[in-house]
């Protein structure tokens, strides 16, 4: 408010250049980064992995990809770049099993507890302007670029 102020009453034009970033950033944050976050569903997954599986010496298995957040919100080791075959094997191993899969691994894994299903983006969301171009696809009902995954538990 205090540069506003200050523009209005003195001319100083040599503050312009910072108001218009300080104006740009808080519109970008107000904006857009809130319906990117619903694209990103990791503090929710991580609260549920938690909250549901409370012993961390469990690891989350994530079929085929690897979701960079997952590690820090689920507070656990993960395994990632399972194929479905070995996300079978490990299941059939241990007495407990906690994975990221998609539809058709979790029907041939049988009987487990859905935690979560939902749309993750499996690219890099670095590459903001990709990102942002597939979040508007998805806005109109266009989930092509993003995949369907179940959180399941099996105990």
């Known amino acids: 408010m205090f540069p506003f102020l200050y523009l209005l009453k003195y001319r100083d034009y040599k503050l312009l250049p910072f108001l218009c970033v300080i104006i740009?950033?808080?519109i970008f944050t107000v904006?857009?980064?809130v319906k990117i976050e619903n694209y990103r569903p990791y503090k929710e997954l991580g609260r549920i992995i938690n909250q549901k599986v409370p012993d961390r010496s469990i690891p989350l298995i994530i079929e085929d990809r690897f979701f960079y957040n997952l590690p820090f919100y689920a507070?656990?080791?993960?395994?990632?770049?399972?194929?479905?075959?070995?996300i079978l094997d490990y299941k059939n191993k241990n007495k407990y099993f906690l994975a990221f899969v998609s539809?058709?691994?979790?029907?041939?894994?049988?009987?487990?507890?859905i935690l979560w299903s939902g749309y993750l983006y499996p690219?890099?969301?670095s590459r903001l302007v990709i990102f942002l171009k597939n979040i508007y696809k998805a806005e109109k009902g266009d989930f092509s670029n993003f995949i369907k995954m179940y959180l399941i538990f099996s105990y």
Not at 75 to 84: I, S, T
Not at 103 to 113: D, F, H, P, R, V
């Open 123 to 125: 690219r890099s969301e």
């Open 103 to 113: 539809e058709e691994s979790m029907k041939k894994l049988g009987k487990a507890e």
């Open 24 to 26: 740009t950033s808080f």
């Open 31 to 33: 904006s857009l980064l």
């Open 75 to 86: 507070k656990r080791k993960v395994l990632r770049n399972y194929d479905p075959q070995l």
